[in-house]
Nanobody, 119 residues
Framework: QVQLQVSGPGLVKPSQTISLTCTVS??????????WGWIRQSPGKGPTWMGA???????YYNPSLESRIRLNRDTTNNQITLHLSSATPDDTATYYC???????????WGQGTPVSVSS
């Protein structure tokens, strides 16, 4: 059974970096041909795709976040990490990691973790 568990601080101060880890179990993140994506949903808004890492390590970013986002992977611990710098209150959202077969389609989701950006 594939499971994704997101962990990280729930409260971040403005200008700091949001750092979240997605720990994957039940499948290797290097398994062909999966993508591992980050999606967030702010209160009252629709979901926003943030970026993804492919099974081969190739990275894709949402152009609107590209100047602030960095994704990494740890194949030893089967983890994907998200770093979003220069946080503002507009980054307050529930953050999800998910497994996908393409950048647009995700079939297994983690539980989501709320992150609030506030002083």
């Amino acid at each position: 059974q594939v499971q994704l568990q997101v962990s990280g601080p729930g409260l971040v101060k403005p200008s700091q970096t949001i750092s979240l880890t997605c720990t994957v179990s039940g499948v290797s993140i290097t398994t062909h041909y999966y993508l591992w994506g980050w999606i967030r949903q702010s209160p009252g808004k629709g979901p926003t795709w943030m970026g993804a890492i492919g099974y081969d390590g190739k990275i894709y970013y949402n152009p609107s976040l590209e100047s602030r986002i960095r994704l990494n992977r740890d194949t030893t611990n089967n983890q994907i990490t998200l770093h979003l710098s220069s946080a503002t209150p507009d980054d307050t959202a529930t953050y999800y990691c998910a497994r996908g077969g393409s950048l647009e389609s995700y079939d297994v989701w983690g539980q989501g973790t709320p992150v609030s950006v506030s002083s």
